[in-house]
């Protein structure tokens, strides 16, 4: 009744922002990512007979209030699906800066998944664990996946179709992604709440919606051909439109500070000077810049080079969710 996973966050090049079904997380519209490896999330779950209630360990750190409570009522899923009662200890620890803007909630709730499913031997296939995690946060039934992974929206009501796909693996692009640390502190709102009130509020929103899915189609295409230019194009696109809807709800939502517009401007400098980079940006001021692999090093030197910039991470593509074996090792889930 104990397993533990291991599962990366994931970097959306078309962005997920707004839900068909609130209750469920079933999405809008689909989404295109990127899963990152060089950023871990482990999570270990315990279901105990013996156990009063759910315990949640970040860190060293025992969780309470609402963190807590969307994990209990995750595993509260979980639990039905066994027909178990039994509570659980949860022990996860992230080796990235959790205020870092690099969606946690999609690592944490992967690894959850597959541990709490695998942990009570639930018979689940990936698209199962997809639509699982999904349940705990819509941009974690991509991190389920390895490489470019694209979020389907589904049709059906109870969300058995609202799950993700592995589009191309791991291997088959040399990219790199920084994410470029601007302020400290936690962001402003979380993306549940900000969707929900883009949603009802923005003059904008059906517009974005409308537009998701040219820009996967686009995006798709992009990385098939390892076009970096067209990926680059439809990931600043997808980015400044949801970010623009956010920006137009009432009251307006808005992520950036002044060193996010800074960064913006240099990625576009630096391209003017034929080098090939682009940028994204999440729920939060931090900035992801994308390059390919011959230019890491002077793109990172360019990055430091910005005054106000402070602790830069590394990432590269990466696999989808995995088990920890007694003896340490990961296979795939
Ligand atoms: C801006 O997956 O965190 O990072 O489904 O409510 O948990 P919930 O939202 P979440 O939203 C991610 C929003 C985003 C874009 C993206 O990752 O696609």
């Known amino acids: 009744m104990k397993a533990t996973a291991v599962a990366h966050p994931n970097i959306a090049l078309v962005k997920y922002w707004g839900k068909r079904n609130v209750a469920l ?31 949640v360990m970040m860190g060293e750190r025992a969780v309470g209030g609402p963190k807590r409570d969307r994990v209990s009522r995750f595993l509260d899923r979980v639990r039905a699906a066994a027909g178990i009662q ?7 620890h992230n080796d990235f800066p959790t205020a870092a803007g690099v969606a946690s909630s999609a690592s944490g709730f992967a690894a959850l998944a597959a541990a709490a499913s695998r942990a009570l ?17 819509g941009s974690a039934a991509r991190s389920v996946y390895g490489g470019f992974v694209e979020m389907l929206p589904g049709k059906r009501q109870d969300g058995s179709d609202a799950h993700a796909v592995q589009v191309l693996p791991e291997d088959h692009w040399d990219l790199v992604c920084f994410v470029v640390l601007t302020t400290t502190g936690e962001k402003p709102m979380g993306s549940t709440e900000a969707m929900t009130s883009t949603a009802q509020t923005s003059p904008y929103y059906n517009a974005w919606v409308d537009s998701v899915p040219r820009d996967i189609g686009k995006a798709k295409m992009a990385a ?50 034929g080098i090939d980079v682009f940028f994204t940006i999440d729920a939060g001021p931090h900035v992801k810049v994308f390059c390919q ?35 340490g090792s990961l296979e795939p889930y």
């Open 86 to 92: 039994h509570r659980a200890t949860v022990y996860t």
């Open 224 to 273: 098939m051909k390892r076009d970096f230019r067209a990926l680059g194009e439809v990931a600043e696109h997808s980015c400044l439109k949801f970010h623009a809807s956010a920006i137009a709800s009432d009251p307006g939502i808005l992520y950036w500070r002044g060193l996010t517009v800074e960064l913006i401007h240099h990625v576009r400098r630096l391209r003017e000077t």
């Open 293 to 327: 692999a011959p230019s890491r090093s002077a793109v990172r030197a360019m990055l430091q080079g910005l005054e106000g910039v402070g602790q830069i991470l590394e990432a590269r593509p990466g696999p989808g969710v995995q088990i920890e074996r007694p003896d």
């Open 121 to 137: 031997n639930l018979d689940m296939d990936t698209q199962g664990l997809s639509v699982l995690a999904r349940l705990g946060s």
């Open 25 to 55: 997380n079933l999405p809008a519209a689909g989404s295109f990512s990127l899963t990152l490896a060089g950023l871990t999330t482990r999570t270990t779950v315990k279901f105990d007979k013996g156990f009063e209630s759910d315990m």
